[in-house]
T-cell receptor, first 112, second 115 residues
């Protein structure tokens, strides 16, 4: 049972344009959502997070939007840069533990 | 952010042998650490929660006798893959929580290849 899903396995964007990565979840107990960036053979790097009490969080070029009623979140990167090319995972956590449940990942390719 | 290290970064072993992977929090103490496994082009799957001074908590479907976890100190957790088989070949990553944004800090991972 995949509780966190990223339906787009890959995304290609031109440099300077906006990248929008989407994520859906099914467990209403999740109360914190995070985005990680990952290169092959490396551990994930934390990008940005959002609490379920908010609907938007912004940090530089990265903005995360949360739609609780739709159980959907998205990561916007603008402007996109070639160095942003990587696999992006959304993750969710909630309840008494700090366990992170990861989505399936989206490979972002930013074309120069 | 906090730094988590793993050792070794890669290991190749023969089928039937045991392999130990270390996870260290370098600049902070961690009463809890997590172990994940990632198969090629797949998501990170949580295997177990390592608890300092007590038994690890394993996720459903993960064999606790095969994946032995020891959290002997506040800065070190070890994962031992016992009697490794080729299907255990994977990328193993540890993490330690939580940061100020509820994030976990991940180690660089260990690539295990069982021949």
């Amino acid at each position: 049972d995949q509780q966190v899903k990223q339906n787009s396995p890959s995304l290609s964007v031109q440099e300077g344009r906006i990248s929008i990565l989407n994520c859906d979840y099914t467990n209403s107990m999740f109360d914190y959502f995070l985005w990680y960036k990952k290169y092959p053979a490396e551990g994930p790097t934390f990008l940005i997070s959002i609490s379920s009490i908010k609907d938007k969080n912004e940090d530089g070029r990265f903005t995360v939007f949360l739609n609780k009623s739709a159980k959907h979140l998205s990561l916007h990167i603008v402007p996109s840069q070639p160095g942003d090319s990587a696999v992006y995972f959304c993750a969710a956590t909630g309840g008494a533990t700090n366990k992170l449940i990861f989505g399936t990942g989206t490979l972002l390719a930013v074309q120069p | 952010g906090a730094v988590v290290s793993q050792h070794p970064s890669w290991v190749i072993c023969k089928s039937g042998t045991s392999v130990k992977i270390e996870c260290r929090s370098l600049d902070f103490q961690a009463t809890t650490m997590f172990w994940y496994r990632q198969f090629p082009k797949q998501s990170l799957m949580l295997m177990a929660t390592s608890n300092e001074g007590s038994k690890a908590t394993y996720e459903q479907g993960v064999e606790k006798d095969k994946f032995l976890i020891n959290h002997a100190s506040l800065t070190l957790s070890t994962l031992t893959v016992t009697s490794a088989h080729p299907e255990d070949s994977s990328f193993y990553i540890c993490s330690a929580p939580p940061g100020p944004y509820n994030e976990q800090f991940f180690g660089p991972g260990t690539r295990l290849t069982v021949l």
